[in-house]
């Protein structure tokens, strides 16, 4: 829980933290109503082929079998027991997929997916994203950092301007970016991105008091940060924003939407077949870069490869069984709802109780369990 307070004198707020940050990683699994729960940081959401079908085997083997996508485009294999965790973990480092035992649960870094595919893409970011995690797990002080901060890198489609980064970049062109750490932009070339990125985290653990997960948590925050590197605010942050909707984008790119973002062992290994690489998006989704079309198998695995399809911008958390606070099994019944209705203009959230895991950043239809029925968006309705 947060709790607000003022301090004399001063309009601000700071955090009083009474839970500690329990993010889960590779290293610390969570334990969830169904069993052990680990997520697997992707930075940029990268994956070769090979690294995916280890965690598509590993997920058969020793969890439930399906991958979990996130809202980071990380993944979580769920349902581990026994000595699943410590054979999960030795898979992945195998994989290296695990590069850092002390860094593993703050490599959050967000790329624009579709960055160097298509022509919306100003600047290559992926390179920089690679930079970062290699900077960030260099640094033994970093490896303080919760497990919620996050960093992002734009392409400067604007993909990525709505995630509520802690650190932004986004390209200005293949030269210079706009960096933020909440509200001013300060103009940057590319060559000095990661190492600003860097600073900046470095700096939010100078001047965080030690409870505050986020930099808009920490009093003055965004100012007190870039005082200390010696940045002032120049450029506007640009506003505008896009989505990226499944389908073909550029020549050999395909976004596929994984409707609730659970893939099953018969979808993956159908992904593993068409894809030469594979980018996990923070929307549930992935970009396959295919030499052909496969969109007929991969919908026929339940795939989405439309961009009408009602399952674009569907999430839910786990609800029942996997979380013991859950109210209904969302899953279950977004299931059965979803195929029914027409495409939402907005992203749809199901949760199975207040906390509202997993729920997109920005605007979003709230349906929320509560015990006998639903509540969307305020608003008691009967799903059937
Ligand atoms: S929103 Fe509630 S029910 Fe859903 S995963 Fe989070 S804690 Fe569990």
């Not at 334990?31 to 079908?53: E, H, I, N, Y």
């Not at 980071?72 to 898979?91: A, F, H, K, M, Y």
Request: charged fraction near 25%.
């Amino acid at each position: 829980m947060i709790l607000p307070f003022a301090r004399l004198g001063r309009s601000i707020s700071a955090v009083v933290r009474t839970e500690t940050d329990r993010c889960p990683g590779v290293l610390a699994v969570h334990k969830a109503a169904d069993g052990g729960l680990a997520r697997v940081r992707l930075p940029g959401g990268l994956l070769t082929v090979a690294q995916f079908d280890v965690l598509r085997q590993a997920a058969d083997e020793l969890g439930d079998g399906r991958l979990e996508l996130t809202s980071r485009g990380n993944v979580q294999v769920r349902g581990l027991t026994g000595d699943g965790p410590r054979e999960l973990s030795q898979r992945l480092y195998d994989a290296g997929l695990l590069p850092s035992i002390t860094h593993d649960r703050v490599r959050n870094i967000l790329a624009s997916p579709l960055s160097g595919l298509d022509s919306d893409s100003r600047y290559d970011v992926l390179p920089v994203a690679t930079a970062v995690d290699h900077a960030l797990c260099a640094r033994r002080k970093l490896a303080e950092l919760p497990g919620r901060f996050l960093f992002a890198l734009d392409d400067g489609r604007g993909d990525l301007a709505g995630v509520r980064a802690d650190v932004l970049v986004r390209a200005l062109d293949d030269r210079e970016a706009v960096l933020t750490l909440g509200s001013s932009g300060v103009r940057v070339t590319w060559s000095d991105a990661a190492d600003v990125m860097i600073a900046a985290a470095k700096a939010f653990l100078k001047v965080r008091s030690g409870q505050e997960w986020r930099i808009a948590e920490v009093p003055d925050g965004e100012a007190r940060i870039l005082d200390r590197l010696g940045l002032e605010p120049t450029v506007e942050v640009p506003t505008a924003t896009t989505t990226v909707d499944a389908g073909r984008h550029g020549d050999d790119a395909l976004v596929v939407t994984v409707p609730l973002g659970s893939l099953g062992q018969e979808q993956a290994a159908v992904v593993a077949d068409v894809a030469d690489e594979i980018r996990l998006t923070p929307w549930r989704s992935m970009v396959l870069r295919v030499r052909s079309d496969p969109a007929e198998r991969l919908d026929g695995v339940g795939l989405v490869t439309k961009p009408d399809s009602p399952w674009n911008g569907v999430t839910a958390c786990a609800g029942r069984p996997g979380c013991a606070q859950a109210l209904a099994d969302v899953r279950a019944d977004a299931r059965r709802v979803t195929p029914r209705l027409p495409r939402h203009g907005q992203p749809v959230h199901w949760s199975g109780c207040d906390r509202r895991c997993g729920k997109p950043a920005g605007e979003f239809v709230d349906v929320l369990a509560v015990g006998n029925g639903y509540v969307i968006d305020g608003e008691r309705m009967g799903l059937r």
